[in-house]
């Protein structure tokens, strides 16, 4: 028996510290002062002053650029820095640029506000009913408390995924296969409601959270197709009796209207008769009972002669003369 592995919920994302949030800007600056001390350096020697000012010159610039490059930092719009001040927090920077103490201060994670999308999902698990599915969800969800989403949780956004999942699974084991297959609506009111307190104190709201797809085992789904299409089959016989039911009872009614007033039902017979008899060689089977209580022997019988006279009349014209 082979254990397949679960599949883990989905995790990535950009994530910067603060090797990654230095600037082009000031790279630029330390390079642009770099080559400005070196010049500067030459320029003193071709002038043979004393190597004490092109020494200062060096280190003067040189320290100049290489503060810039380590102090100034830039994050996006929609971000915020994670200040440590000897591994203490002291508060939250940006967006746009601002400085830093060098080796004092650390930028540890830096936080995006946007709605984020996390994917997430639960495999063989069982319903309350015990089926097992497999469901594939999507979580929305946004940082309103940076602080407290780097300071309470060491990865939120790991414990967001494991959170969702879990909280799936517990969902799932609460309610019976068609409970989930039809209101996926309330599932996922449910599950945005449980993630949603979860996630609350690391400083994370859920927007909404969407089931996007179901998936039960194919024996189950083949049973289920049989019985709903045995179900349509029950409907259409149900329909098919309550029609023969409306139209025996208007059979009923017509047989009412017909009884005190013979004349319209010898009419009705006659035109049956017409219509039957348009077609030509149609047969019309007639109880014995209806001819004596219709008077419909003559009507019949003339019926008949008239349809083989127009044979034997289209037959005539091909006899030859008769003899003198």
Do not use: C
Not at 108 to 115: A, E, F
Not at 150 to 179: H, S
């Amino acid at each position: 028996m082979t254990v397949q592995p679960r599949m883990q919920p989905s995790t990535s994302y950009r994530r910067r510290s603060s090797s990654s949030t230095i600037p082009a800007l000031a790279g630029l600056i330390f390079a642009v002062l770099l080559i400005i001390s070196f010049l500067l350096a030459l320029l003193l020697v071709q002038l043979e002053v004393h190597p004490f000012w092109y020494v200062l010159d060096l280190l003067v610039l040189n320290l100049l650029g290489l503060y810039i490059l380590l102090s100034f930092r830039v994050v996006d719009q929609w971000e915020k820095a994670i200040v440590l001040r000897l591994g203490k927090f002291i508060g939250l920077k940006g967006p746009g640029p601002f400085w830093i103490i060098p080796v004092v201060d650390t930028i540890p994670d830096v936080i995006d506000h946007r709605v984020m999308v996390t994917p997430f999902n639960a495999e063989k698990t069982l319903t309350k009913d015990t089926v097992p599915v497999d469901v594939d969800a999507v979580l929305f969800w946004v940082v309103w408390d940076a602080e407290k989403a780097a300071l309470e949780v060491e990865d939120y956004r790991v414990a967001i995924a494991w959170a969702a999942q879990t909280a799936l699974r517990e969902i799932i084991g609460q309610m019976n296969l068609a409970d989930i297959l039809v209101g996926r609506a309330k599932m996922d009111a449910e599950l945005q409601k449980i993630i949603d307190e979860r996630t609350t104190p690391w400083g994370v709201t859920v927007s909404s959270v969407e089931i996007r797809d179901v998936i039960i085992p194919t024996a189950l789904e083949d049973a289920m197709s049989r019985q709903a299409q045995a179900e349509r089959e029950r409907q259409a016989r149900v329909i098919l009796g309550e029609s023969e039911k409306q139209i025996a009872a208007s059979f009923a009614e017509a047989a009412e209207a017909y009884r005190d007033n013979p004349t319209a039902l010898h009419l009705r017979a006659m035109n049956m008769l017409f219509e039957g008899l348009k077609e030509r060689g149609a047969m019309i089977i007639v109880p014995s009972s209806a001819v004596d209580t219709m008077n419909l022997g003559g009507l019949m019988g003339m019926s008949s002669m008239a349809g083989m006279s127009e044979p034997m009349l289209s037959k005539a014209p091909e006899a030859g003369p008769e003899p003198s």
